[in-house]
């Protein structure tokens, strides 16, 4: 048994953690168990509602499309059998590390430096007691290796509430809700498709930084259908009457539930798909502006990737318009977010098209795993990075 490594998630969930890192166990029947570094790089802080402001990584195009198709082992046979809808989500996608149990402690400082510790502090201010560590660690940043030891290959994380499809449960699955499909958001009992529903939602989540149902008031299955009827439209009619309870969660209980806020505001999947932000050339973009100066508290924020990833992630915070970086938000994020490049167009299409097959609210009519993984979405890579998928 070994550790399994997270990558790090934005700055400030870290620092909202104080700076603890996340170990979670891998078992392996190889000789040597494998290593894995989660994919939370990829999470963003819920809250700020823009990828350059709150995610510190955004994968590059091919590799979302990669880690997408690489667990299909799993996921083109569990269906038949179990239901992992609780899998499906962008932090249970991990990489593989190269060696990693080869390296001296020395090669490890190499790549990564000396390891950032702080005092371990109570919220009381009383003294720790003897079976606390004296000091606290900042997890490891994968990306800030001096060489790309993360392998292509991804596994899946988090298989405790998978169950056969033939005895679904009767409670609601511990599924983060932007993930929940709308079926198991009004009650209805996990499936296939929902399985579905979940992985579009990683697949755009990879792709743009952010859920497309995600938000900071999404923490319920109701607030998850508020975001879905933003995008989609209203419910079926006999969704239309679901009750939900002070937690937002569905109930039959007519005294203490009741029926979702009216949705006035509204939005479009399309909208969504074609202003996913893109790394721009050379990592600059110019308006022709001057701009107010801004300092970063990190200065790490503005660094970009070393060389060796560049084929695998870009920190929109690395990314200066004009003569400013982007950072939080502030009277001038819109505009700098505006000036920043989109998706090709003709990529655009193809996700819409893909999107738009797997968000329908009757889970009969969804494509399935198998249609999703012939979509022509997944091979505008075809003869690039497919070499590594095997």
């Known amino acids: ?3 399994a490594i997270r990558l790090p998630c934005d700055v400030a969930v870290e620092k909202a953690r104080g700076w603890r890192s996340s170990i979670v166990a891998s078992a392996s029947t190889a000789p040597t168990a494998a290593i894995f570094a989660s994919f939370s790089l990829f999470w963003v802080l819920r809250g700020l509602n823009c990828l350059a402001t709150s995610s510190r990584d955004s994968p590059r195009a091919s590799l979302g499309r990669l880690l ?9 046979c569990t269906p038949k059998v179990y239901v992992t809808e609780v899998n499906v989500t962008a932090a249970n996608i991990v990489f593989g590390l190269s060696d990693i149990d080869q390296y001296t402690e020395g090669h490890l400082f190499s790549l990564f430096g000396t390891p950032e510790t702080a005092p371990l502090e109570t919220e009381s201010g009383e003294a720790a007691g ?5 000091f606290i660690v900042k997890p490891l940043d994968f990306l800030a290796s001096k060489e790309n030891i993360i392998r292509w290959d991804v596994q899946l994380l988090d298989f405790d509430q998978s169950f056969p499809t033939s005895s679904p449960p009767d409670d609601m699955l511990g599924t983060p809700p932007e993930y929940l499909a709308p079926e198991v958001a009004v009650g209805q009992n996990a499936s296939p498709a929902s399985d579905v529903w979940a992985l579009a939602c990683s697949i755009f989540r990879l792709r743009s930084g952010q859920g497309p149902f995600a938000g900071i ?7 998850a259908l508020v975001m879905i009827i933003r995008t989609l439209g209203d419910l079926p009619d006999e969704w239309q009457h679901t009750l939900f309870d002070y937690h937002g969660r569905p109930t039959r209980d007519a005294e203490n539930g009741a029926l979702l806020p009216e949705v006035t505001y509204r939005r479009s999947l399309r909208d969504l798909v074609y202003n996913i932000y893109d790394s721009p050339e050379n990592g600059i973009v110019e308006t022709g502006k001057v701009r107010p100066d801004y300092q970063a508290w990190d200065k790490t924020d503005n660094v970009p990737y070393p060389p060796c990833f560049a084929d695998m992630a870009w920190k929109p915070k690395a990314t200066k318009i004009d003569n400013v970086y982007l950072h939080g938000y502030d ?6 977010l505006e000036a920043m490049p989109k ?6 299409a193809l996700l819409y098209d893909l999107l738009s097959r797997v968000f ?29 998928e095997d």
């Open 331 to 336: 009277d001038d994020t819109d505009e700098l």
């Open 68 to 76: 997408i198709k690489l667990p299909r082992r799993w996921l083109t």
């Open 343 to 348: 998706i090709p167009e003709t990529e655009a």
């Open 217 to 223: 008031e999404v923490s319920s299955p109701g607030d």
């Open 360 to 388: 329908v609210y009757d889970p009969a009519k969804r494509i399935t795993l198998d249609e999703m993984l012939r979509h022509p979405w997944f091979h505008i890579d075809d003869g690039d990075k497919l070499q590594h």
């Open 130 to 134: 003897p079976e606390a560590p004296p």
């Open 1 to 3: 048994m070994w550790p």
